[in-house]
C-alpha cells in the first residue's frame, strides 16, 4: 500500500510506536457527495483542461495526460472544496463569516471565493509566509491575520478565534465538504480520458487524492489511482503504516503545498480504501519536474503541483504502457524562487557551467581563450582573473568564467578543444 526506503520506514516505525492507538470515527464521504458537490459548483469552477503531452509520453514510457488545476483562478484546486464547503453553508453561518488557516493556496480559495459570495474571510498565516502569497491572499478579499513562527501555531490560533467569534472553520483539507468538492476532479477526468488506467496525484494532508480515489474506483474500480508525497514528510505513509495519523516532525521541502505533518482523520480512510500505492520523491527530483514542465510543455508548476510528474519522470511508479493522467494541481511558485530553479536545471544539465582555465599572464592571452570560446559557439556570462590563489604558477593567471553551452555534450566538445590547444582546464562544481 506504501513505498519508501528501508531507513525511513524503519523510522516512521519509531514515530507510529511512541503516538498510541487512534480510535476512527470519522465520515466517509461518497460518491453521492462528489456528484453533488460537481453540480454545486460547476457554474462557477471551469473545468481544466487534461491535455496529451507527447514529450512526457516518451520520458515517461507510458502515454501522458496532465490534468492542468493550476489554471484556476487562484492558481490551484483548492478552490474547488472551499467553494463546495461555503455553499453548504446555511444563510446564518455565512452572515457571521469563516476563518480558515493556510500559509498559501488554500487560503486563497476561501478568500476568492468567501468574497464573491459577500462572506467574510479571516485568513491566519503564519509570520513567515512569503509577502507574494499573503498580498495574492489579500488581494482575492481575504483578512489576513499574521501569527505565530510556524504554520501549527497560525492553525491553534485561527481555531482559537474562530470558536470565539463564531466564525465557521474551514479545513484546508480534513473536512467531508472540502473532500467532496476536491473529488469533483476526479468526475472531469473521467469525462475527458475515459479510456484512463492510471491517475497519479499529490498527497499532503489527503483531501485531494480521498476525493478523486472516491470519484474514481466507485466508478471503474480498474483504475489505479497513485499518491506522491515529498521524502521530507511522508504523513500519510506513516498514517497508513500505523493505521493511524502520526504527526512528524517539522522539515522544509520545497513543495510546501503538500508539506502536511499529520494526515486527516476522515482522509486516512479513503486512502486506505481507495488509493493503491503512496510512493515518495527527492528534492531534487522535483526540481527537475519544474524545470521540464516549464521548459518543454510551457506550463508554470509549484513544487507540490509538480510532485507527481516527478515520480513519473524518475520511475517511481509501476505504471509503464498504461495511459496515465498526472495532476499538476497548483501553479503559485514565486518568481525568484523559479529563477532559482532554473538556473539550478541548467548547472545539473551542463547548460550553465563555471570553468577554471590557466593562462599565460601576458597580453593578448584572454583575448585568445575567448576565441576559443567564440569558435565553439559558447556564451561568456562573467569572466575574472585570479593570480594569487588556487595555486596559480607564477607567469600565469587563473580565468574563472561562467558560460552558456548546450548541454553536455557541447561542454564535452568544448574540454576537449580546450585540451587539445594545451589549455589546463576544470570545471567548478
Partial sequence: ??????????????????????????????????????????????????E???????????????????????GSFKERGALNKLLTMTPEDRARGVICASAGNHAQGVAYHATRLGVRAMIYMPESAPITKVNATERFGGEVVLYGKSFDEALAEAKRRGEADGLTFVHAFDDPAVIAGQGTVGLEILGQNPFVEAIVVPVGGGGLIGGIGCA????????????????????????????????????????????????????????????????????????????????????????????????????????????????????NIDPLFLSHIIERGMVKDGRLVKIRVMVPDRPGALHALTGVLADMRVNVVTIEHDRAYHGVALGNTAVEATIETRGSEHLDELFMALSKLSYEVERIR
Fill in 216 to 331: 474514481i474506483k466507485e466508478t471503474n474500480p480498474k483504475i489505479k489511482v497513485i499518491g506522491v508525497q515529498t521524502s521530507r514528510i511522508p504523513s500519510m505513509i506513516a498514517a497508513l503504516a500505523g493505521h493511524a495519523p502520526v504527526e512528524l516532525p517539522a522539515a522544509s521541502t520545497i513543495a510546501d503545498g503538500i508539506a502536511v505533518r499529520r494526515a486527516g482523520a476522515h482522509t486516512l480512510p479513503m486512502v486506505e480504501k481507495y488509493v493503491d500505492d503512496v510512493v515518495t520523491v527527492e528534492e531534487e527530483e522535483i526540481a527537475s519536474a519544474i524545470l521540464y514542465l516549464l521548459e518543454r510543455e510551457k506550463t508554470v508548476a509549484e513544487g507540490a503541483g509538480a510532485a507527481a510528474v516527478a515520480a513519473l519522470l524518475h520511475q517511481k511508479t509501476s505504471l509503464k504502457g498504461k495511459k496515465t493522467v498526472a495532476l499538476v494541481c497548483g501553479g
Fill in 52 to 74: 496529451y503531452s507527447e514529450t512526457f509520453t516518451a520520458m515517461a514510457g507510458s502515454p501522458t495526460f496532465f490534468k492542468l488545476e493550476n489554471l484556476h483562478m487562484t
Fill in 1 to 50: 500500500m506504501w513505498t519508501c526506503s528501508k531507513e525511513a520506514e524503519l523510522e516512521l516505525a519509531d514515530t507510529i510506536s511512541q503516538q498510541g492507538n487512534w480510535d476512527n470515527r470519522a465520515q466517509m464521504v461518497t460518491l453521492n457527495d462528489i456528484e453533488a458537490a460537481d453540480r454545486r459548483i460547476r457554474p462557477t469552477i471551469h473545468i481544466t483542461p487534461c
